[in-house]
Antibody, heavy 117, light 107 residues
Framework: EVQLVESGGGLVQPGRSLKLSCAAS????????MHWIRQAPTKGLEWVAS????????YYRDSVKGRFTISRDNAKSTLYLQMDSLRSEDTATYYC??????????WGPGTMVTVSS | DIQMTQSPASLSASLEEIVTITCKAS??????LSWYQQKPGKSPQLLIY???SLADGVPSRFSGSRSGTQYSLKISRPQVDDSGIYYC?????????FGAGTKLELK
């Protein structure tokens, strides 16, 4: 059974950093692209970043480019999102998701990030 | 960026109706279109991928179709459990973009 479990969310002040993790199990992690998607409170879904199976290719939305870094450790079956220079508009639930039948197939339950002073 | 214009924003339907939700892409996306259902407090679940393919375990009352750059999700004889918010996603090119969502209420 595919499982994705995000962690690392919390309350952080504007301008500070936070690192999210996503532990994967139930599939061969190193064979699949991975993604981060976020959802601000009461708002819709927004793609944040993606990474290829090897980690050699990464993609970001413009608003996080240069501030967020997606990475993966295939030996640990873990996906990461390093978030620097956080802004209030980054407040959201962050989901990790894996490629499967669709580019974005199975989602984790999410972890909440609140950026506030 | 590719814009996905989703409609309606909300709808209330009876259990006997056929429900149709649409997403119009601002340019061609070669059927790189998925549909998701999200229930309150939960993560989204994949329903349809590649515009018309049913994801594993999804009931056959859900179906997807395309006409030009307009994509549709149809729910035939919806069940009460189908209440929730539905989103489309284009994965043709980055930034991948979601529709704004359709809130479905079953009466």
């Amino acid at each position: 059974e595919v499982q994705l479990v995000e962690s690392g969310g919390g309350l952080v002040q504007p301008g500070r950093s936070l690192k999210l993790s996503c532990a994967a199990s139930g599939f061969t992690f190193s064979n699949y692209g991975m993604h981060w998607i976020r959802q601000a409170p009461t708002k819709g879904l927004e793609w944040v970043a993606s990474i290829s199976p090897s980690g050699g290719s990464t993609y970001y939305r413009d608003s996080v480019k240069g501030r967020f870094t997606i990475s993966r450790d295939n030996a640990k079956s873990t996906l990461y999102l390093q978030m620097d220079s956080l802004r209030s508009e980054d407040t959201a639930t962050y989901y990790c998701a894996t490629t499967g039948s669709s580019l974005i197939d199975f989602w984790g339950p999410g972890t909440m990030v609140t950026v506030s002073s | 960026d590719i814009q996905m214009t989703q409609s309606p924003a909300s709808l209330s339907a009876s259990l006997e109706e056929i429900v149709t939700i649409t997403c119009k892409a601002s340019q061609g996306i070669d059927d790189y279109l998925s549909w998701y259902q999200q229930k309150p407090g939960k993560s989204p679940q994949l329903l349809i991928y590649d515009a018309t393919s049913l994801a594993d375990g999804v009931p056959s009352r859900f179906s997807g179709s395309r006409s030009g750059t307009q994509y549709s999700l149809k729910i035939s004889r919806p069940q009460v459990d189908d209440s929730g918010i539905y989103y489309c996603l284009q994965s043709y090119s980055t930034p991948y973009t979601f529709g704004a969502g359709t809130k479905l209420e079953l009466k």
